[in-house]
T-cell receptor
């Protein structure tokens, strides 16, 4: 089956620092990956669509300078939370689509719990 | 844009009973409807899906039904077990774009 790996699973950082989260498709190539944020007991909120070799597409209300996304290869996308603040504390999840054209099912990573002190 | 409503938000059933979670969607162009199971502290895992050209799909104890006319789809879990306890999300894909809209989630508790 398709496996998406996220790292780190948990990270604690000080306010003002930057944190990078990696999302890897382990056994397939993903031209598109997605980044979500999930608040406690809430659904997933799409933050941005990450396209290999091009700029990410951000959803309305998501600060692109705050949440930097890089999709440098067909198997890796990274989310960097810059100058993190306590309100950025959340559960961040990535997903990847195996099929090109946007109709394939999504496979999710295990999520990354960010705590900003 | 697409709007997906899911209910109930919480559901408790006795072990062995059936559980049903329902979702409605607004965009008639949506053509793919997956269901995800999310355990505490983990990412969602696809458990079953259905495409718009099919009315029902079953995989062991799990089944999904789709009514395109009414724009609703449901997840059915039979013979529930404690390990079925989790949060379940429905989702709808609009054709031609990779964006998926999730329901708000249903917390299912199976009581032994």
């Amino acid at each position: 089956g398709a496996v998406v790996s996220q790292h780190p699973s948990r990270v604690i950082c000080k306010s003002g620092t930057s944190v990078k989260i990696e999302c890897r498709s382990l056994d397939f190539q993903a031209t598109t990956m997605f980044w979500y944020r999930q608040f406690p007991k809430k659904s997933l909120m799409l933050m941005a669509t990450s396209n290999e070799g091009s700029k990410a597409t951000y959803e309305q209300g998501v600060e692109k300078d705050k949440f930097l996304i890089n999709h440098a290869s067909l198997t890796l996308s990274t989310l960097t939370v810059t100058s993190a603040h306590p309100e950025d504390s959340s559960f961040y999840i990535c997903s990847a689509s195996r099929a090109s054209g946007g109709t394939g099912e999504l496979f999710f990573g295990e999520g990354s719990r960010l705590t900003v002190l | 844009g697409e709007n997906v409503e899911q209910h109930p938000s919480t559901l408790s059933v006795q072990e062995g009973d059936s559980a049903v979670i329902k979702c409605t969607y607004s965009d008639s162009a949506s053509n793919y409807f997956p269901w995800y199971k999310q355990e505490l502290g983990k990412g969602p895992q696809l458990i079953i899906d259905i495409r718009s050209n099919v009315g029902e799909k079953k995989d062991q104890r799990i089944a999904v039904t789709l009514n395109k006319t009414a724009k609703h789809f449901s997840l059915h879990i039979t013979e529930t077990q404690p390990e079925d306890s989790a949060v379940y999300f429905c989702a709808a894909y609009s054709g031609g774009y990779q964006k998926v809209t999730f329901g708000i989630g249903t917390k299912l508790q199976v009581i032994p």
